[in-house]
């Protein structure tokens, strides 16, 4: 799980006329959202009510310019 999914070719792309830069992890590429992906960070977790039996919300915030992705 990332920021992406699939890969973003030579790690760089354009949004809004700006050519943001990312870390490459897969050859000259950057797959699934960089090197520290989602499946790397530390998630709050919740118990959430549910009707169909127990349930639990995640809930991780990727701040501006975490993998040097913009947004947060």
């Given amino acids: 799980m990332g920021r992406y999914a699939n890969r973003i070719a ?26 520290l992906s989602f499946d790397k960070k530390i998630w709050a977790a919740k118990e959430v009510p549910s009707k169909d039996g127990p349930a ?8 501006d310019g975490e993998e040097d992705f913009p947004g947060q």
């Fill in 56 to 63: 639990i919300e995640f809930t991780y915030v990727s701040p």
């Fill in 10 to 35: 030579h790690g760089s792309f354009t949004l809004a006329g700006k050519t943001y830069t990312l870390p490459k992890n897969n050859g000259e590429n950057t797959l699934h959202g960089g090197l």
